[in-house]
């Protein structure tokens, strides 16, 4: 079975740029979250689609958003990117059945450099 | 405001003795935590959960303890391999399964 897959895996853009990362789920699975890890702050939710509908949502500034599509892919946008938005963006999938006892499937990450 | 604090950054542990880790958290109102494994360049990596009813749940070398009136949660390691050494998130999911992430903290298992 693959595994969570996030393209690109490094990427670098100017201060005001917008951005997109893409997220592909394990396949069946319907929720894809989104995390962003920087040194001392850990891993900070963003937001979680299910089925297209985003379902959760962090304290983030409306500069990122996302969206998911019918095959469950999904993608994230941060527009006029800050130096401070340099990190390491995190999807995680699961099934998304709510009250499960499972954890997530993180993929490997896509490396966001801001300069 | 860190809802979840690991407050080790950091971690040294001999190989074959055992690790501790620490977890510290503010919100009661969870349904599970879950320790997660991430080396350099990879995602996290379930490592294992433990449900609000419990105070234990083992598996292999890992346990992890819960103390509901602390707000206290530790994973232990037995015994620490140099495997082992990578960095070791502890998270809550809520009710409405949203995962809230601590800082990390990094263990190193030296031989």
């Known amino acids: 079975k693959a595994g969570v897959t996030q393209t690109p895996r490094y990427l670098i853009k100017t201060r005001g740029q917008q951005v997109t990362l893409s997220c592909s789920p394990i396949s069946g699975h319907r929720s894809v979250s989104w995390y962003q890890q920087t040194p001392g702050q850990g891993l900070q939710f963003l937001f979680e689609?299910?089925?297209?509908?985003?379902?959760n949502k962090g304290n983030f500034p409306g500069r990122f958003s996302g969206r998911q599509f019918s095959n469950s892919r999904s993608e994230m946008n941060v527009s006029t990117l800050e130096l401070g938005d340099s990190a390491l963006y995190l999807c995680a999938s699961s099934p998304g059945h709510q009250g499960a006892t499972y954890g997530y499937t993180f993929g490997s990450g896509t490396r966001l450099t801001v300069v | 405001d860190q809802q979840v604090k690991q407050n080790s950054p950091s971690l040294s542990v001999q190989e074959g003795r055992i690790s501790i880790l620490n977890c510290d958290y503010t919100?009661?109102?969870?349904?599970?935590f879950l320790w997660y494994k991430k080396y350099p360049a990879e995602g996290p990596t379930f490592l294992i959960s433990i449900s609000s009813i419990k105070d234990k749940n083992e598996d292999g070398r890992f346990t992890v303890f819960l103390n509901k009136s602390a707000k206290h949660l530790s994973l232990h390691i037995v015994p620490s391999q140099p495997g082992d050494s990578a960095v070791y998130f502890c998270a809550y999911k809520t009710n409405t399964d949203k995962l809230i992430f601590g800082t990390g903290t990094r263990l190193q298992v030296f031989p």
């Open positions: 919100n009661s109102m969870f349904d599970y």
């Open positions: 689609y299910f089925s297209e509908t985003q379902r």
